[in-house]
């Protein structure tokens, strides 16, 4: 019997993909557990919708990740901080201090996308942003003492 998975079942396979399976199986275990669907014309309808939909969807997002890269490569920002006569900054800038300078020019991040970064001395440090879709962009940090 061909059923339409409706979630990853173990050992059988993922979401969206349709398997066949013996009888019993699908309707003694899956059927009652709403993992799967009978493979007739109305599911493979629907699977084929949701598939366009998750197609379009994706390269919705890749446009808008690629226009956020292009935003991003070559954004200079400048964060003012306290140092010590050696040029110690006496509190770090970290992702946090740099994604409140991004906001202020109106560019949104998350945490996960600056690359693990802790400033500690003055001076200019390029720092890579990870995006969606494997891009990247790189900005550069100039932290100046007060």
């Known amino acids: ?8 079942v173990k050992g059988v396979g993922k979401a969206d ?3 066949e399976v013996s009888e019993g ?3 003694n275990f ?15 309808k629907e699977l084929s919708d949701k598939k366009i939909k998750q197609s379009k969807d994706a390269e919705a997002d890749l446009k808008m990740q690629q226009d956020l890269a292009a935003k991003l490569d070559g954004v200079e ?16 800038v970290g992702q946090a201090k740099i994604m409140q300078e991004l906001g202020r020019r109106g560019i ?3 945490r996960n996308q600056l690359s693990n970064t802790t400033i500690k001395k003055a001076g ?23």
Do not use: C, N
């Not at 019997?1 to 990853?8: F, N």
């Not at 059927?31 to 009978?38: G, Q, S, T």
């Not at 995006?131 to 990247?136: N, T, V």
């Open 1 to 8: 019997m061909k059923v339409v998975l409706l979630q990853e």
């Open 17 to 19: 993909e349709i398997k």
């Open 25 to 27: 199986y699908a309707r």
């Open 30 to 44: 899956l059927f009652p557990r709403h993992w799967a669907v009978i493979a007739k014309d109305k599911a493979l």
């Open 77 to 92: 920002i400048t964060i003012k901080e306290k140092a010590s006569e050696a040029g110690v900054l006496y509190a770090a």
């Open 108 to 110: 949104k991040l998350e």
């Open 124 to 146: 200019e440090y390029p720092i890579k942003v990870k995006l969606r879709h494997g891009l990247e962009a790189e900005i550069t940090v100039r932290v100046e003492t007060l």
